[in-house]
């Protein structure tokens, strides 16, 4: 199980809504929570990272709790993310590439390549697209759902 300090800033139902702290303040910042004035926080908005993940300890608003998941999932997970669009990408790329190899009275020789990037990048949306549908079947699996493990003290 990997686990990580968290504190809790709602709650609904039998889940909570957490936000990570970090133990050791960020590099570029310096803050623990969210982000303060890296390049990244003000590319991407400041946003804090706020998830929710089953409340088995009864832990309420301001507690500091410890999360965990569990690691063949995050491994799994972490597989499919990667692996699905390099994969599909590499796929989309060789078989357009294939086709329109054998096609030399159609395709002049130098949009061949041209058409193996739009496979791939057709690939790769095509990979994104399953993988958004898988990552929704997969939230309703326990496995990969985030659980509160204690009270950090």
């Given at each position: 199980?990997?686990?990580?300090?968290?504190?809790?800033?709602?709650i609904?139902?039998?889940?909570a809504?957490?936000e990570?702290?970090?133990?050791?303040?960020?590099?570029?910042c310096?803050?623990?929570?969210?982000?303060?004035?890296?390049?990244?926080?003000?590319l991407?908005?400041?946003r804090k990272?706020?998830?929710?993940?089953v409340?088995?300890?009864?832990?309420?608003v301001?507690?500091?709790?410890?999360v965990?998941?569990?690691?063949?999932?995050l491994?799994?997970?972490s597989?499919?993310?990667?692996?699905?669009?390099l994969?599909?990408?590499?796929?989309?790329a060789?078989?357009?590439?294939?086709?329109?190899?054998?096609?030399?009275n159609?395709?002049?020789?130098?949009?061949?390549?041209?058409?193996?990037?739009?496979?791939?990048?057709?690939?790769?949306?095509?990979?994104?697209?399953w993988l958004?549908?898988?990552?929704t079947g997969?939230?309703?699996?326990?496995?990969?759902?985030?659980?509160?493990?204690r009270?950090?003290?």
């Open positions: 199980m990997i686990e990580e300090n968290a504190i809790v800033i709602g609904e139902k039998d889940e809504m957490l990570i702290i970090r133990r050791t303040p960020c590099g570029l310096g803050q623990t929570r969210g982000c303060g004035i890296s390049l990244w926080g003000r991407f908005g400041h990272n706020i998830f929710k993940a409340n088995q300890i009864n832990a309420k301001g507690d500091s709790v410890i965990g998941v569990e690691e063949q999932a491994l799994f997970s597989l499919m993310v990667y692996g699905i669009p994969v599909s990408m590499l796929a989309g060789l078989l357009v590439s294939g086709i329109f190899a054998g096609d030399s159609h395709v002049s020789p130098g949009y061949t390549d041209l058409y193996a990037v739009m496979g791939a990048i057709a690939g790769l949306i095509i990979g994104l697209l958004k549908g898988h990552a997969r939230a309703l699996d326990a496995r990969y759902q985030p659980v509160i493990l009270a950090d003290n």
